[in-house]
């Protein structure tokens, strides 16, 4: 990996009560470390841990409570990380029926969103795939949560426009219901969309801009160049003005009870060879577009914030060739990246790839939400 700073990484987590853990205490490399065992055992909900440090919340359960292991009334996760030399510690608690907590360095924040961004992660994880397969929602949620990471104007938009989108719609309904429609009142909550809309819209439309050429270089470098792909900003406010939008759709927008046009119907559409890759695209095809797409946010995130986000890569090697996998791994331990978390169910696969590229790795092994360092495991086994 060759030698140099990494500007951020995480040195030790503990964790008590999360999902399928009881109790749990690593240190980690500031290179790269691999959870190996058998499906189901925890590996992921590892991984979900230091996502949920990073971003305040699990990458794959909404609902907090769900998170807490069964039985018991509480969880807790803590990480310490190295920001340039200087120590980060961060908590997080979550009792049942109770406000999560959240701490930096013993100091409860008043805002959740005060944390998101100061130490950056990218995950790539199977479920990745509903970016692709689901509805406009989940890559409307791809956007937010990178942009977020670095502006916290927009978070603090979206969290507005969101709350005055579900406030017109309520209106909207209770004049449906009382059939007393005031064009005043529908336009004060008008002018407060098209505020946040258009600050929203302006900010997701240079972020695409600079996010494809990225994502190009990176697919074309997976893919050996075989293929061309493509990503288009879809968003009605790229055709109309906002304000013309909204008063032109009034009366459907009324026959609906609900705002049909704006920043929350925004779409990106992706292609491969001209098609669409929802239903054209093999699995493998899927699987290179995604981690293109994840290597671009990694950049992308890298550039604005001065340093690198830990990279996630849960069961990365699932569909992808021996050649992608290996160029894939090569380029990741480049020291254009930082500290990386790998899962893995093939200890020989893992140990093969980073020896034939001459990196170092620190290894654990996971059994049923039990972690061991796996070189202690192995000496261990061996003296018996």
């Known amino acids: 990996m060759g030698i140099f700073a990494y500007a951020m990484y995480l040195s030790r987590i503990s964790l008590v009560n999360y999902k399928n853990y009881s109790e749990a205490l690593l240190d980690f490399i500031p290179g790269v470390n691999v959870l190996l065992g058998n499906n189901g055992e925890g ?19 909404p609902a907090d409570s769900a998170n807490i292991r069964n039985g018991e009334d ?11 030399g200087i120590s980060e510690n961060i908590y997080c608690g979550l009792k049942r029926n109770q406000k ?29 795939t509903q970016i692709i397969t689901e509805g406009s929602e989940e890559r409307r949620k791809f956007l937010d949560s990178i942009i977020a990471q670095y502006d916290p104007v ?13 406030q017109r719609n309520a209106y909207l309904k209770l004049a449906a219901v009382s059939r007393s429609f005031d064009a005043e009142t529908c336009a004060a909550w008008d002018d407060q969309l098209i505020r946040l809309g258009v600050r929203i819209h302006r900010i997701r439309s240079g972020f695409i801009g600079r ?17 061309q792909a493509g990503i288009q900003y879809d968003s009605q406010l790229l055709k109309s003005d906002f304000k013309y939008l909204l008063e032109e759709h009034q009366a459907k927008d009324r026959a609906l009870q609900y705002t049909s046009v704006g920043i929350h119907k925004d779409d990106l559409q992706f292609t491969i060879n001209g098609l669409p890759v929802k239903r054209y695209a093999s699995q493998g095809q899927q699987k290179s577009f995604l981690v293109a797409l994840k290597l671009a946010q990694f ?21 992808l060739d021996d050649r992608r996998v290996a160029y894939l791994m090569k380029l990741v331990s480049h020291e254009n990246f930082g500290q990386i978390f790998i899962t893995d169910t093939h200890p020989e696969r893992v140990r093969e790839i980073f020896e034939r590229i001459h990196v170092p790795i620190r290894s654990f092994l996971v059994r049923n939400g039990t972690i061991s360092h796996l070189e202690k495991e192995e000496k261990t086994l061996r003296a018996e």
């Open 43 to 61: 590996k992921t909900n590892l991984l979900d841990a230091i996502h949920y440090l990073s971003m305040c919340k699990s990458y794959f359960q």
């Open 74 to 84: 509480f969880f807790i996760i803590q990480g310490n990380f190295d920001v340039d």
């Open 100 to 128: 999560k907590v959240f701490k930096r360095n013993q100091k409860e924040y008043d805002r959740l969103s005060e944390h998101i961004g100061l130490l950056p992660v990218v995950m790539i994880a199977p479920t990745d």
């Open 154 to 166: 927009y978070l603090d938009d979206l969290i507005q426009y969101n709350r005055v989108l579900s």
């Open 211 to 227: 996010l494809i050429p990225m994502f190009l270089n990176y697919y074309e470098s997976i893919t050996g160049g075989k293929e």
């Open 299 to 319: 950049e992308f995130i890298r550039e604005i914030k001065k340093f690198k986000p830990i990279l996630l890569l849960d069961d990365i090697f699932d569909k």
